[in-house]
C-alpha cells in the first residue's frame, strides 16, 4: 500500500512549511509533524533542517523528494487504471465521428475496448466534420474522429490510419468485366454521392480536378442522397455508380452484391484523424481509448 508519509512529506516541501501542508491536508500541524518524524527514523536520516525561517530540504531530502514525487505519481496512475476495470469508476466514454468513422470503424473499436475494461459506458454519435470539430471546440464532446484532412489552431488533430475509398458499382454493372476505367468515363454513369457540402464529396471532387475532370454536383448524373445506406442500397439496385470507404462497403463487397472498379491512375486515400482539446486534461477513460485506438486500429477486424 501506498505510504501516507511520502504524501504529507511531498505536501511540506511544496507548501514550503508543516503549517501550510496541515492546512492544505486539512489535518493538524502535530499529527503532520509526527508523520514527518516518523519517516525520519524509518530511513535513518534527517529529511529537513529546521530553523526559524521555516524548513529547507537537506541532500537526503531532495534525494527523497525527486523519488517519492514519481512514486506518488506512478500510484495515483496505477489508481485510475485499475479502477477503469470497476462500476464505481465514472467511465462514460461518449465520442462523436463523421458517418464513415462513426457507423463503420467506431463501433468495432469500441466492442474490443469494452471487452477490456466492461464497466465503460459507451455512446457514439455520428455528424459530418463540421459538426464533430465544432462539438470539440465548444466543450461537447471529449473526442472525435473525422475522415480526411482538417486544420484548426484550437484542437490537437491526430492522423489515427488511412481510409482508402472505391469505386463501386452493382455486379450487374457493364463495369464489372472491366479491369478499369479511365477517369473520364466516371462521367458515363449516374455519380451517388452525399449531399454536396460534405467534406467526402468535395475530397472526391479534387481527386478528379487534379486529371481535368469537373464533377459538377449539381448535374443531373449527379444524385445526392442523406446517407451512406441509402447511397449503398441504390447502388446495389444498379442505379449508378458511388465512391465510398472501404470500411462503409466490406460487407457488401464481399457478399458480391457491389463490386470494386479501379479508376486508372487515380487513389482516394485519406486519413481518419482523433480530434481533441488537451490530452493531459482529457479523463482517464478518454486517453486509455485513444492509445487504444492507436495500437489496434491497423489490424483490429471491423465488423
Known amino acids: 500500500m501506498h505510504d501516507i508519509r511520502l504524501s504529507i512529506f511531498i505536501a511540506v516541501v511544496e507548501k514550503g512549511s508543516f503549517s501550510a501542508a496541515a492546512e492544505s491536508l486539512h489535518i493538524t500541524q502535530p499529527a503532520i509533524s509526527a508523520r514527518i518524524h516518523s519517516l525520519e527514523e524509518y530511513i535513518g536520516v534527517q529529511l529537513f533542517k529546521r530553523d526559524r525561517k521555516g524548513v529547507t530540504l537537506t541532500m537526503a531530502g531532495q534525494t527523497l ?9 506512478l500510484w495515483e496512475q496505477t489508481i485510475k487504471e485499475v479502477q477503469l476495470h470497476s462500476n464505481i469508476f465514472d467511465s462514460r466514454l461518449e465520442i462523436v465521428g463523421s458517418p464513415t468513422v462513426g457507423q463503420y470503424i467506431l463501433p468495432s473499436l469500441v466492442k474490443e475496448f469494452k471487452n477490456i475494461y466492461e464497466y465503460i459506458n459507451a455512446a457514439i454519435l455520428v455528424g459530418n466534420n463540421n459538426e464533430v470539430v465544432s462539438k470539440v471546440i ?56 452525399r449531399e454536396s457540402s460534405s467534406s467526402t464529396v468535395f475530397f472526391i471532387e479534387q481527386q478528379f480536378k487534379q486529371h481535368g475532370i469537373e464533377l459538377n454536383s449539381k448535374s443531373k448524373f ?22 465510398l470507404s472501404n470500411y462503409a462497403v466490406d460487407k457488401e463487397l464481399k457478399s458480391g452484391s457491389l463490386v470494386k472498379v479501379d479508376i486508372k491512375g487515380m487513389s482516394f486515400k485519406r486519413p481518419i484523424c482523433a480530434v481533441y482539446r488537451n490530452f493531459n486534461h482529457l479523463p482517464e477513460i478518454y486517453k486509455k481509448f485513444i492509445t487504444f485506438v492507436k495500437k489496434n486500429a491497423h489490424t483490429m477486424k471491423i465488423d
Request: aromatic residues 6%.
Open 65 to 73: 523528494y525527486k523519488n517519492a514525487r514519481l512514486i506518488n505519481d
Open 222 to 243: 449527379f444524385l445526392e442522397l442523406g446517407s451512406i445506406e441509402a447511397i449503398k442500397s441504390t447502388v446495389e439496385g444498379n442505379s449508378g455508380c458511388s465512391i
Open 138 to 193: 465548444n466543450n461537447q464532446a471529449q473526442l472525435g474522429f473525422i475522415a480526411g484532412h482538417y486544420e484548426s489552431d484550437k484542437l490537437t488533430i491526430e492522423e489515427i490510419l488511412w481510409d482508402e475509398m472505391v469505386l463501386v458499382v452493382s455486379n450487374k454493372h457493364p463495369w464489372v468485366n472491366t479491369k478499369a476505367i479511365e477517369p473520364k468515363e466516371i462521367l458515363n454513369d449516374r455519380i451517388i454521392l
